[in-house]
């Protein structure tokens, strides 16, 4: 903390600037406290270098606004001064660019504190910003953005796993869907991915115009509820995904299965899509040669990775996408060790796709719409080691397509 720490009180109110100011004895006597009217507000910041500016006003719009201007200087510490417990009006000036807020009818020791501790907090943030302008002339950094290069994006998450001993976590490509290719703009996808996730997330430039995004210590459930307020936040085109566990990998490979599974996103018209999890050594086992009774149990194994891994993320995936999309029908799905289904139903149909394990070296799909009799309803059998989410989401979408047609 400096030995010297100006503060200005911007409010028009005087009875309040004069009720502050001796509140605010107890500070340190080489401390400087400096009233100023809200018209000469901007010039006063200027001239004062302040190190806190607190801002009072009864006016909604003289409030925030004059925040926002002042917010354009990263190095303030801004705090806003309110008459009244407005959650709403609180909530805007954070958003507006307030590092903290008061009320005005605090007593003096809290507004002390308040002042002593946004100081501190406020010489924290100065050296983060000087570290971070050495990284943006150092170009590790794109200052536009606030987002790494792609060249350092190896170096930085593989320094964060390490430094951090991080042992799980989500690795994201996003992309625009390829009809929205060339409206889209990889720097306003990384600014709203950046505002949106949290500050120990990690966003990077990725391969041509791509945007990659590391989620420590998270799921794949964490990383379609982080995709889904992404979505909401970007409004400049459609996108998409490809997700990835780094579990046991290192860089190079997870960020070639999230490209992987971005690819088949693009190609399938699908919002996400999560790389295959392969076990060679668990596929080796399906060998025609082998002693079915003895490998049983391993069998039992493929079929649960495959169950968790495979079947149950396309149904989840499906069913969110379709939900939109299929009106006035019910879309149910649900998967375990015996069966897994996926059920349309509506007014005028109701069909059932059916995912059964017999047990051994292949699972069997059966598909029924009701009421008809027709080549639609049909049994296929299909080798565990050939169930990918490709080919299963290909057999999911023949059969809401079949659906549709039955429907109408």
Known sequence: MNDTNSILLISDDDDFSHDLVSKLIFLRKKDVITCSKFANAVNNVTIHSPAIVL?????????????????????????????????????Q????????????????????????????????????????RILEQLQVIE????????????????????????DCGIFMVFAPVLSDKIKFSSRNLAKVIKNTVRFDDIVTFGKGEKVYLFLAKKDLNDALVVF??????????????????????????????????????????LEYSFADEKSETLDNWLDDGID?????KIFRQMFNKKLEK??????????????????????EQYTNEEQ???????????????IVYPGFTKIIVYITHEGLDS??????????TKITQKDLVKIVEDFIKEFKIASV
């Not at 080549?375 to 059998?381: A, H, L, S, V």
């Open 228 to 269: 889904n307020k992404i979505k909401e936040n970007y409004k400049d085109t459609d996108i998409c995904t490809g997700i990835s566990s780094i579990v046991h990998k290192q860089f190079d490979r997870f960020e070639l299965e999230a490209l992987q599974a971005l690819s088949n996103a693009q190609a399938m018209n």
């Open 310 to 331: 495979v079947i149950a993320p396309v149904f989840y995936r499906l069913q969110k996408s379709y939900e939109e999309r299929l009106f006035d029908t019910e879309i």
């Open 143 to 166: 200052p536009e953005t606030g987002v790494y290069n792609f060249d350092y994006a190896k170096q930085v998450i593989e320094n964060y796993i390490d430094d951090n001993l991080i």
């Open 340 to 354: 897994c289904v996926f059920k349309l139903k509506n007014k005028k149909q109701e069909s059932t796709l059916k």
């Open 55 to 91: 801002v009072h006003s009864n006016i909604k719009t003289a409030a925030l606004g004059l925040i926002e201007e002042l917010r354009k200087n990263k190095d303030l510490c801004i705090i806003f001064v309110s008459d009244l417990y407005d959650s709403e009006l609180i909530l």
């Open 93 to 132: 000036a954070y958003e507006s660019g307030a590092d903290d807020f008061i009320l005005s009818s605090a007593e003096s020791f809290e507004f002390v504190l308040r002042i002593v501790h946004n100081i501190k907090q406020n010489s924290v943030k100065l050296s983060l910003l000087k570290n971070l």
């Open 292 to 296: 079915v009774s003895k490998g049983y």
């Open 375 to 384: 080549p639609e309803n049909k049994d296929i059998q299909i080798p565990l």
